[in-house]
C-alpha cells in the first residue's frame, strides 16, 4: 500500500513537472542580468513565471564577502512547489554554502529557515529540508513574497537553482493527495 501511493505521488509529481515544464519560465542569470544584491540592501527582485525559474550565479566573488538575495513573488492564483538545487561548484577549500529561506511576513523580509548547500544536495528540494513553520508548514507554499540567500565567505562559488511554480489549482489536487496518502501509511502503520 505504501508503495502504490507513494508511485501515485511520484506520477503525479512527475507529470505536473512535464506540464510546467512546456511553460514560459523566466531565468535571472548573474553573468547576463547583474550580481544579486546582500541582505543588507534587501533582495533583487525576480518576475517568476508558472514553470521552472533558474538562478544562475556566484558567491563569495573578490575574495570579499558576495551574498547573493533574490526575491520574488507567488501570486494569489499561483503556488510554489519547489527550490531545487541544480548544481554547486565550491572552490577555495571550502565545500558548502549558506542556502536560507527567506519571507515577508508583513513587515518585511526576515530569514525563515537556515540551511546550507553542497554538492550532494544537488537535485534536493530545500522546501523539504528548510523549516517551513514560519511561511505554513509544508509545500506547496501559498501566495507571498519569498526569497533566498547565499552567502559564503570563500571565493568563487557557483550555484544555480530552479524556482518551480504552478497554477493554484492543480495544488489543491496535489495536497489531496498528499493528505490520503498521509492517511494510508497510519492506517498502516
Ligand atoms: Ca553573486
Ligand atoms: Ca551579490
Redesign the pocket.
Known amino acids: 500500500m505504501k508503495f502504490r501511493t507513494d508511485a501515485m505521488m511520484s506520477v503525479a509529481v512527475a507529470s505536473l513537472s512535464a506540464s510546467v515544464g512546456v511553460a514560459g519560465a523566466a531565468v535571472y542569470d548573474e553573468a547576463v542580468d547583474g ?4 541582505v543588507a540592501d534587501g533582495p533583487t527582485g525576480f518576475d517568476v513565471e508558472i514553470g521552472v525559474n533558474s538562478v544562475f550565479g556566484t ?1 563569495g566573488d573578490d575574495g570579499s564577502l ?3 538575495f533574490i526575491g520574488f513573488v507567488i501570486e494569489a492564483d499561483e503556488a510554489l512547489t519547489a527550490i531545487i538545487l541544480t548544481s554547486f561548484v565550491p572552490s577555495g577549500g571550502n565545500t558548502s554554502t549558506g542556502f536560507r529561506l527567506y519571507a515577508d511576513l508583513g513587515s518585511g523580509y526576515e530569514q525563515v529557515s537556515s540551511g546550507s548547500i553542497d554538492t550532494g544536495d544537488v537535485g534536493v528540494n530545500f522546501l523539504d529540508v528548510w523549516n517551513l513553520a514560519d511561511v505554513g508548514g509544508s509545500a506547496p507554499l501559498g501566495p507571498g513574497s519569498y526569497g533566498v540567500v547565499l552567502a559564503e565567505f570563500t571565493p568563487n562559488q557557483a550555484y544555480s537553482f530552479d524556482i518551480v511554480v504552478i497554477p493554484a489549482p492543480g495544488v489543491l489536487g496535489l495536497a489531496g493527495m498528499g493528505g490520503i496518502a498521509m492517511l494510508r501509511r497510519r492506517r498502516t502503520a
Open positions: 550580481d544579486l544584491a546582500s558567491v558576495d551574498e547573493d
